[in-house]
């Protein structure tokens, strides 16, 4: 006899960092789990890892064919969680970065998170569950990430919104926001990264699944010394929130932290 179906979640920039702690603790958790990512070495030594019964997609999410697989993927599987995680940034002064990492991580981060986030609510049922990975920056315009931070500002918005629309229907959205997180991209091991202020993935990841748990926030904040700084970037004027990120000199582009998040 078949006993009940597992639940299954698809992960988003699974092979690696923050995407990869969410694959291999929703495996753990009785899930099977559909990672998505563009380097199939990565994502085959993720398998090879998690063991059998688990897949993998190779898709470049900021290019249409591989965004339009990924659709259909959740088109003709069910799936009971949806991780859109996988994200990227283009650091430097606005008009210096080519306008096409520009408007690539717009692709990614927002265009992607959209398509796919409408896929997956198109055939989501009560008790389903929709995490949008944004970050601490959604509340703070940040100098020399200017277009990463300002992508990020819309995951969050636009997942508020979803939660309240989707909360009748019993399906839950979650704008997950982690602070400086040390991964292969963004290791955070400079001066502008105190020790105390870097969190695994492993802890957002924890932090993720106990709120998955709870099905209560719009918006979850991993950990009290991100959401104080989430707190402070509301109280302080604008123009002091942005002298302090940027380095303390409004007056230079230039100043800023180095191809990482700031709190
Ligand atoms: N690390 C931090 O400090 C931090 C802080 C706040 C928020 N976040 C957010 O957390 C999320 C994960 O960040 P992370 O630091 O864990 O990232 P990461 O270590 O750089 O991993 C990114 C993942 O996304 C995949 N990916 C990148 N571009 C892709 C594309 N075009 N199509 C498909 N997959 C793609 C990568 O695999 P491939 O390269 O093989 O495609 C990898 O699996 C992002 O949304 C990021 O903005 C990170």
């Known amino acids: ?3 009940p179906a597992l639940p ?10 923050i995407g990869r702690a969410f694959a291999r603790r929703l495996a753990a958790a009785g899930y099977t ?4 990512a563009r380097n199939e070495v990565r994502l ?4 090879d890892e998690l063991g059998p019964g688990h897949h993998a997609l190779t ?8 965004l339009r697989r990924v659709v259909h993927e959740l088109a003709v599987n069910r799936f009971d969680l949806l991780v859109n995680n996988a994200g990227t940034a283009a650091p430097g002064p606005f008009a210096d970065v080519p306008l096409e990492a520009a408007t690539s991580v717009m692709r990614l981060n927002c265009d992607a998170l ?10 989501a049922r009560a008790g389903d569950s ?11 315009p940040m100098p020399n990430l200017s277009v990463y931070s300002a992508t990020k500002a819309f995951v969050t918005s636009l997942s508020e919104s979803l939660w309240f629309e989707q909360k009748k229907r019993g399906v839950y959205v979650m704008g ?6 040390a991964t292969r991209s963004q290791p955070h091991t400079g001066e502008g990264a105190p020790a105390g202020l870097v969190q695994t993935p492993e802890q957002v990841v924890t932090v993720a699944l106990a709120a998955l748990r709870r099905r209560r926030r719009p918006t979850v904040i991993c950990g009290k010394k991100n959401a104080l700084f989430t707190a402070a970037t509301r109280a302080l004027p604008r123009r002091t929130l942005l002298a302090l990120l940027g380095g303390g000199r409004t007056s230079s582009p230039q100043a800023c932290v180095p191809n990482g998040e700031p709190t």
């Open 1 to 3: 006899m078949n006993g």
């Open 8 to 17: 299954r979640a698809l992960v988003t920039g699974g092979s690696e960092g």
């Open 33 to 36: 789990v559909t990672v998505v």
């Open 44 to 47: 085959n030594a993720l398998l």
């Open 59 to 66: 898709a470049d999410l900021a290019a249409e064919a591989g």
């Open 114 to 123: 959209t398509t796919l986030t409408h896929a997956f609510l198109s055939g």
């Open 130 to 140: 929709l995490v949008n990975v944004s970050s601490t920056l959604a509340f703070a």
């Open 176 to 181: 997950l926001c982690p602070g400086m997180t």
